[in-house]
């Protein structure tokens, strides 16, 4: 503002606040009205405006709402922080300009304010019920494991022969992963928190590992409950659509439907695995699997409760009701005698279920223990003590991580018997430091843990993410320094961020014009044109999905609060001039409605919510001040109040609407689909790497340190869209894709992104030996099986990217391709009582059923994308070619 006023000399500026003076003086004597009064006027009605003060407000302006709006894109965590500093950027734009001279006051309308319900919130965090951060985050893995519950309730019901419910399973695993995620910002304040309780900060990031592992193998089971329904979806879809060949008299191309040759292809292996006699013997494999497992899942399920029951009790009774010394006794019992059990059951178990396997399956098998068919014709015979050895492992990797959160807890009940006051670790570390000089990284003392070098750890980690970036390729060819230079400005300046940033700067402009001109800046100020420049500013998002929501709940918000506040008033006031009294209790209630709308209405409409409330006091407030003070600009009482504000939040309403739309809406469908594509080259990328590292079994190997790592942040970037695909509803768009289309891209992608996670992690655990068989097998290294996987998965990519037809031919179902090429070799099915009672043999299971997973995936994917984008470069021989 200093700037902006020093670029109008000085002598000019006396020389008009000496013409401002006289023209008070007329306007005062011919008015009646107080010097003040009239000067207030004057000035608001732009008597000082001068072009060049003018200009560097904008410029300066601009820059910092251009700066603060790529800020919010590049860190969501500044959305409230940008939406607050261009508010009160704001009012140096609109009222800075014909103010006579520096006003560093002027924020200070807002800022007070804001500052005094700042303080208020904090201090009801403090003294009312206040939550620390182990608190919350000890609350959030009493839900995780209420969570982790689901899948154990679902084994049994499906071995009971219970049908699921998909869309409870889907609701489920991504609610588990979504408390995974939530649980990373309460890890990175635990080391801040002060707190009094039984566990410190250490205690529970050592916990939060075990209840990690603990769920994501309760969330691998619930994977397979999902992948076999889907199953049965397939088989039933191609139930279908052999009705309508058999309805289909024609042979002509286009009366076939889209992608009837890979349909058709799959055809006879399908058929193969839904005969009656493959039913039977699933029948009687999840027969064996009931019996076998009910007792383990009951362990699993019984320490799960106590787990729950255990972080319930240390988390909520730190202050009243504290548990005695007695009580802390009789849980330590029932921890341990949770554990022993689990651990007597879960040993008992393995040899229980797979003897149930093998005596439910006895026909497959000679006098020898050896597998009696061979060929392509026994391998339906396998596919139900496969499915039961998967299922089998499955539930025994959930237990042992269950047993292993079980010994955690058990430890720290036993190790931490008190309460104490824990303070934040990074200041203990810190005291430690300076006066020993040699205190470590921090580790946790728990039982049973190897402190691990951190270097040694970081080295490894190093080491497998430069090995990952090798798999994403090597660089296109280096282009000459100025055009990398020009490339990287426009896409610094064009991509979403800098849309965003450049729409902002001219809606601001835009809105904001209306207040700098001396004929407009009166109306301007008198009509509260500031609330327009607010909404339009507010309004605007990045993508038009988000936009279009965020108007409809601003809209909504404002006619809901403008209509509680004339009710309020009139209640209150009636047609005088504001009854304070009847004012306070009015709005007593109201707030009541207005905060039950702000804390239980869903967050998508969170700012309706808000947007009613600031209208509501809005209209109440000015309301009352039209009755009582003398200033020039309200907006007057009740409904004239409530009309003004309106049409003002509609006017900014058109103005972000125009500015949306062009010159081209930023579609959140092609951000959707440029993230799927995007998440196809990892995925791409990802398989590289199991190949690159399949067969080199070696527990200390680095891709073991980065595997689970790299598989949770590719969960999470697909379970991150699954809100902005929601909001496709609400976005009108001209392109190929819709909503359940990229619904059920994304939903393929975390199917072949769990199968790729499994195989990572397999990779340095299974034994060399069955690992090389797999490659033997299935021909999982050979160069022409990669490279039609390969191929596919790009076509796929760029299917994604561009929205172009995929062709007709592709070298899919590449499941047939992986049983054709088993059979070219002229491979029998070996398989012995032997092999399954191998534990090892169980996870060589799961890497064929993950690996055959993954390409029936990929086949889907394909089936999805032809039916919303169809087919091109279509063969067609004719009937009479043979």
């Not at 255990?310 to 802390?328: D, E, H, K």
């Not at 969960?715 to 496709?728: N, V």
Request: aromatic share 8%; net charge neutral.
């Amino acid at each position: 503002m200093k700037a902006a006023l020093a670029a109008r000399p000085s002598s000019q500026t006396q020389a008009r606040l000496q013409q401002l003076q006289q023209a008070v003086v007329t306007q005062a004597s011919q008015s009646g009205q107080s010097a003040t009064a009239v000067t207030q006027q004057l000035i608001h009605d732009g008597f000082m405006l001068d072009a060049r003060v003018t200009v560097v407000f904008y410029v300066m302006a601009c820059v910092f709402v251009y700066m603060m709006s790529r800020l919010r894109v590049a860190n969501n965590k500044f959305a409230l922080a940008q939406i607050f500093s261009i508010i009160i950027t704001d009012l140096f734009l609109l009222f800075g300009p014909t103010l006579p001279s520096f006003t560093a006051l002027l924020p200070k309308v807002l800022i007070e304010p804001g500052a005094i319900g700042i303080g208020l919130g904090a201090a009801c965090c403090v003294l009312f019920f206040p939550q620390s951060t182990s608190y919350a985050l000890l609350t959030k893995m009493e839900q995780l494991l209420r969570l982790g519950q689901v899948p154990v309730k679902c084994t049994q019901a499906r071995l009971h022969g219970e049908d699921l419910n998909l869309q409870q399973l889907v609701d489920t695993k991504s609610k588990g992963i979504g408390a995974l995620k939530a649980l990373e910002p309460l890890l990175a304040f635990l080391p801040l928190d002060i707190s009094r309780g039984h566990w410190g900060a250490d205690d529970l990031k050592v916990l939060q590992q075990a209840l990690r592992k603990t769920l994501v193998a309760s969330l691998s089971l619930l994977n397979y409950h999902i992948a076999r329904i889907h199953d049965d979806e397939n088989i039933a879809r191609l139930a279908r659509h052999d009705a309508i060949l058999a309805n289909n008299d024609s042979g002509e191309k286009k009366n076939q439907a889209i992608g009837h040759h890979q349909i058709q292809e799959s055809h006879n292996l399908l058929h193969a695995f839904q005969d009656a006699e493959e039913t039977a013997i699933r029948a009687r494999t999840l027969e064996a699997l009931q019996h076998s497992t009910q007792p383990l899942l009951q362990a699993i399920s019984s320490a799960i409760d106590i787990s729950i029951e255990t972080i319930n009790t240390v988390n909520n009774r730190r202050w009243l009701r504290a548990p005695s010394q007695t009580q802390m006794d009789q849980q330590i019992t029932r921890v341990k005698d949770a554990l022993e059990t689990l651990s007597r059951i879960r040993a008992s178990s393995i040899t229980a279920t797979t003897e149930a396997l093998i005596d439910s399956h006895a026909e497959i098998f000679d006098d020898e223990g050896n597998f009696k068919f061979g060929g392509m014709g026994g391998m339906h015979v396998l596919r139900g003590i496969i499915i039961g050895m998967v299922i089998e492992e499955r539930i025994l990797t959930l237990a042992e991580a269950t047993q292993k959160l079980i010994e955690q807890i058990l430890w720290l009940l036993e190790n931490r018997p008190k309460p104490r006051l824990w303070i934040p670790s990074r200041l203990q570390y810190a005291f430690a430091w300076v006066g020993t000089g040699s205190v470590p990284t921090p580790m946790s003392a728990a039982a049973g843990n190897t402190a691990t070098d951190p270097e040694a750890l970081e080295e490894r980690t190093r080491e497998a993410d430069r090995r990952l970036r090798i798999s994403r390729g090597y660089g296109i060819p280096q282009r000459t320094r100025i055009t990398r230079i020009v490339i990287s400005i426009y896409q610094w300046l064009f991509n979403p961020a800098g849309m965003y940033a450049l729409r902002m700067v001219v809606v601001t402009i835009a809105t904001s014009i209306p207040s700098s001109l001396p004929h407009t800046a009166g109306f301007f100020y008198r009509e509260k044109g500031i609330w327009g420049v607010i909404t339009a500013q507010t309004t605007l998002l990045v993508y038009m999905a988000d936009f279009t929501m965020a108007l409809i709940s601003r809209l909504v918000g404002t006619v809901v609060g403008g209509v509680l506040g004339m009710v309020a008033w009139y209640i209150g006031s009636g047609h005088g001039p504001g009854n304070a009294y009847g004012l306070g209790a009015i709005t007593a209630a109201m707030t009541v409605v207005l905060m039950w709308w702000r804390i239980f209405l869903p967050p998508t409409l969170a700012m309706a919510a808000i947007m009613s409330g600031a209208t509501f006091v809005l209209v109440v407030g000015f309301s009352y001040d039209d009755g009582h003070i003398q200033q020039y600009g309200l907006p007057g009482r009740g409904y004239e109040a409530f009309w003004k504000r309106l049409v003002t939040v509609l006017l900014g309403f058109v103005a972000a609407t125009v500015v949306q739309l062009f010159p081209r809406p930023p579609s959140a469908t092609r951000h959707v689909c440029q993230t799927l594509s995007n998440s196809v080259r990892t995925i791409s990328d990802h398989y590289a790497l199991v190949l690159s590292h399949w067969a080199r079994a070696d527990p200390e190997h680095p891709i073991a340190t980065v595997a689970e790592k790299i598989t949770l942040e590719m969960a999470e970037t697909l379970l991150s869209l699954k809100a902005p695909i929601g909001l496709l509803r609400f976005e009108m768009s001209f392109g190929p894709f819709n909503r359940k289309t990229l619904s059920r891209t994304q939903s393929l992608l975390e199917d072949m992104n769990q199968a790729l996670g499994r195989l990572l992690v397999l990779s340095t655990t299974l034994p060399l030996n069955l690992q090389q068989r797999l490659m033997e097998r299935v021909g999982f290294m050979n160069d022409y099986t990669v490279g039609d996987i390969m191929a596919v998965l790009g076509v796929i990519e760029q299917a994604l990217k561009a929205g172009a037809a995929l062709p007709e031919r592709l070298p899919t179902p590449l499941v047939k391709r992986c049983y054709e090429a088993w059979a070219q070799q002229h491979q029998t099915a070996e398989l012995s009582k032997t092999l399954v009672r191998d534990e090892n043999y169980r996870r060589y299971c799961v890497a064929i059923s993950s690996y055959l997973k993954f390409l029936a995936s990929i086949d889907e994917l394909v089936l999805v994308l032809k039916a919303a984008l169809g087919e091109s470069h279509i063969v067609d021989r004719g009937e009479e070619l043979v």
